[in-house]
């Protein structure tokens, strides 16, 4: 490869050079949404990367955009077979060089690393940064936060621990329900980096004790659990969950207080809370046997069942069902048309619907937490979830 030529290219001239054959180098104006990667990457997940690239603020040299370039044409037309460009054809030939190397690897393959890169690269320049209602910035570690054609969008964004929730993503849930409420938007949707929705608690966050012991660790839990379900009891817009795959736990169980669920085809439903020596909590204990009855929301519940997305759509728990490669652009051209009513109708609808209710659900989830600082303290409890990390441990 010339790499002496192309180095001596500026970097941002690489870049619209290589744009007249590879378009999605070009860099866009308005602010996009993104999302992280796990193995499997989905179109919607390349596509989301492709305009990713052009959010970068750092040039990430002429070394990466070749191996962007090589993995774009590998995922998007396979195998290099193209002749080779001339001798002085020294920017054309170093980008077929590269793609060239690429050799047998599958278009999928290419594709999930084409997004793993840009994920890396989006992750290098820190935290996503929100505007607060006073026009202030948030940084937030673990969530991306945008709002965007009326939609405020709170994105979970561990990708690479399956979105799993730690104490500090608690907080920051809380903290984005919070400027989601008090913006601008018409509506506020839920949905997770990568190809899970949530995997549900980071079970991590039970080995780090403090010096008060377990009882001091059930109770600071409890407390913010009470005020991590509180925050969706109290939102005062219409919050939609968009379920972009597995669900587990948590993120499962408050799904009951959402105002519409929407899931991708590939997406399952999993509370497991018997199985680790819990209980139910996001108010199931209530919402579910409502929304499915009690008899199938005891199997759901109690012992454990794994829902796919179809048998949630007929057990009520989600609005609707699409396909997996169409998903994410349905759901968006659904939701910007969503976004366009009044919103103070749907805001005022909303708590018309939902506000009888508000003294219940908050009773239920005091009563739910109660019982689950009770668990976290069992004997049983912690014998589960020791059994769990044992298990872990063997894969």
């Known amino acids: ?71 774009f044409k590998q995922a998007t037309q396979g195998q290099c077979n193209t002749p080779k460009p001339g001798m002085m054809d020294f920017v054309n030939k170093a980008k077929w060089e590269a793609w060239k190397s690429l050799g047998s690897v599958s278009q ?19 935290p996503a940064v929100a505007a607060s209602p006073t026009g202030s910035a948030k940084a937030f570690e673990s969530l991306i936060f945008t709002t965007e054609d009326g939609i405020t ?29 008090k913006d601008k938007s018409v509506l506020t949707v839920l949905t997770g980096s990568g190809d899970y929705y949530c995997s549900g608690n980071d079970l991590n966050n039970f080995t780090n004790v403090p010096e008060g012991g377990a009882e001091k660790m059930a109770k600071d839990s409890g407390d913010l659990l009470r005020r991590f379900v509180a925050a969706y009891i109290d939102f005062p817009k219409p919050l939609i969950a968009v379920v972009n795959g597995p669900a587990v736990g948590i993120s499962v169980t408050v799904l ?10 590939r997406a399952t439903f999993h509370t497991p809370f018997t199985q680790l020596g819990q209980s139910p909590e996001g108010c199931s204990s209530y919402t579910f046997p409502k929304i499915m009855s009690p008899a199938k929301a ?47 109708s749907l805001a005022l609808s909303k708590q018309l619907i939902r506000g009888i209710e508000k003294e219940k659900l908050h009773a239920v989830n005091v009563a739910e937490v109660e019982r689950l600082t009770e668990r976290w303290t069992s004997d049983e409890c912690m014998q589960a979830i020791v059994n769990f990390f044992q298990a872990k441990s063997k894969l």
């Open 1 to 71: 490869m010339a790499s002496g030529v192309i180095k001596a290219l500026s970097p941002w001239r690489f870049v619209r050079f290589t744009s007249t054959l590879c378009p999605h180098f070009r860099i866009p104006a308005v602010q996009l949404h993104t999302t992280g990667t796990l193995m499997g990457a989905s179109v919607e997940d390349f596509n989301r990367a492709k305009d990713q690239l052009g959010t970068l603020k750092t040039d990430p040299g002429n070394e990466v955009k070749l191996k962007i370039y090589a993995l």
């Open 108 to 126: 999928e393959e290419a594709r999930q690393k084409y997004v793993d890169l840009i994920s890396s690269l989006v992750a290098a320049e820190g």
């Open 153 to 181: 969008t709170i994105r979970l964004n561990r990708p690479q621990k399956k979105n799993a929730i730690t104490v500090k993503m608690y907080e920051e849930l809380i903290e984005a329900l919070d400027l989601a409420g």
């Open 256 to 265: 009951g207080l959402f105002d519409a669920v929407y899931a991708t085809e």
């Open 298 to 344: 005891n199997e759901v519940l109690l012992f454990n069942k794994k829902l796919t997305a179809t048998q949630a759509y007929k057990l009520g728990l989600v609005t609707e069902v699409f396909p997996d490669n169409t998903f994410q652009s349905e759901i968006w051209t659904r939701l910007k048309a969503y976004a366009k009513l009044p919103p103070n």
